[in-house]
């Protein structure tokens, strides 16, 4: 069975840190590009950070450009997002999902989603 598995999130204050794992399993790692996204409540989920090692692709939305950054231990299958100076407007739900390279790492395209795991910033 395919599994995506965020965790790392938590309760930080602004200008903080934090560290998202996600953790994929019953798929090859190399063939996926694997997303972070996030939503708030009464919004929509949206994209945060991309990547897939295979190609060397990354990106980032532009709320996350300078803040966050993505990397993968393709030997553990596992993807990361660093998140440091963190804002208010960074909370909300964080999932990790992966699509088929070389498809489109944005929210209607993914093949497979993980539960997620919640980022709270405090101001």
């Known amino acids: 069975d395919v599994q995506l598995q965020a965790s790392g999130g938590g309760l930080v204050q602004a200008g903080g840190s934090l560290r998202l794992s996600c953790a994929a399993s019953?798929?090859?790692?190399?063939?996926?590009?694997i997303g972070w996204f996030r939503q708030v409540p009464g919004k929509e989920r949206e994209g945060v950070s991309c990547i897939s090692r295979s190609d060397g692709y990354t990106s980032y939305a532009d709320s996350a450009k300078g803040r966050f950054t993505i990397s993968s231990d393709n030997a553990k299958n596992m993807v990361y997002l660093q998140m440091n100076s963190l804002k208010p407007e960074d909370t909300g739900v964080y999932y990790c999902?992966?699509?088929?390279?070389?498809?489109?790492?944005?929210?209607?395209?993914?093949?497979?989603w993980g539960k997620g795991t919640l980022v709270t910033v405090s101001s």
């Open positions: 019953g798929f090859i790692f190399d063939d996926y590009r």
């Open positions: 999902a992966g699509v088929v390279m070389p498809g489109l790492c944005a929210v209607g395209a993914m093949d497979y």
